[in-house]
């Protein structure tokens, strides 16, 4: 099969996207700021949490951001919960659903396939799949006695950190560190890599062949 370019030219306009969350949102805030601080052209039509009670829902209504909930709860199947969820995606026109802490099994239907992002807190494949997120990865990563992690961003497929890997970034573990500030660094490279990875999208560099990211020139 030949290398396929999920966007095959550049945009010429800001990309829309689609944030879903199930947290605090801050990786919605860093994305709202770093496109208001002009770093990134993109605007954010849609955010869909997946839980009423989550701090990012306040946080993306005080914002100023249409934010929808979707509870998985809701629906009899993983299926149904997924076509609400992109019902909502196409209406609001989105080229790129980025998740951000989304906790919630998604089924990518083939009209997104490669047009859904996800950060993981962990250098993939290690300290990965289902039941490794927030604080859970960097217990891990501490108990298990790594001297390196840091964050990944991968296209999502319907299996847990499993899609093609765009980009990582690393940060040393400390021999003192806890997993708040171990945290603590990885998400500022988060911060960092996400945007970037927006752009390459964006920009039409990013071509994919099998398991492997390519970034053009």
């Known amino acids: 099969m030949p290398p396929i370019r999920p966007l095959s030219e550049p945009l010429t306009r800001p990309i829309r996207l689609a944030v879903l969350i199930s947290g605090g949102g801050t990786t919605l805030l860093n994305l709202a700021e770093t ?3 002009g770093d990134l052209d ?21 914002a ?8 998985p709860k809701a629906f009899a199947t993983t299926a149904e919960f997924s076509r609400a969820v992109f019902d909502l995606v196409r209406e609001a026109r989105v080229d790129l659903v980025v998740l951000g802490g989304f906790l919630s099994r998604l089924e ?3 009209d997104y ?23 859970k990865v ?8 790594a001297k390196i992690s840091g964050c990944t961003v991968h296209f999502s497929d319907n299996i847990y950190d499993n899609g093609p890997i765009i980009l990582q970034r690393t940060v040393p573990v400390l021999d ?3 997993p708040a500030s171990l945290a603590e660094r990885v998400f500022a490279e988060e911060c960092r890599a996400y945007p970037e990875a ?3 999208f964006a920009a039409g560099r990013l071509e994919v062949d099998g398991r492997r990211v390519r970034i053009r020139d």
């Not at 396939?113 to 300290?127: D, E, K, T």
């Not at 960097?138 to 006695?145: F, I």
């Open 108 to 110: 990518i239907p083939q």
């Open 35 to 37: 496109i208001q601080g």
């Open 176 to 178: 003192d560190d806890t």
């Open 198 to 200: 927006i752009r390459l």
């Open 113 to 135: 396939q490669l047009r859904v992002m996800n950060i993981h807190p962990a250098l993939i494949p290690a300290f990965c799949g289902q039941g490794f997120y927030g604080e």
């Open 138 to 145: 960097h217990n891990s990563v501490l108990e298990r006695g």
């Open 42 to 62: 993109a605007e954010i039509p849609l955010v869909i949490a997946s839980r009423a009670n989550c701090a990012g829902v306040e946080r993306a209504t005080t």
């Open 64 to 71: 100023g951001f249409r934010c929808e909930v979707v509870s």
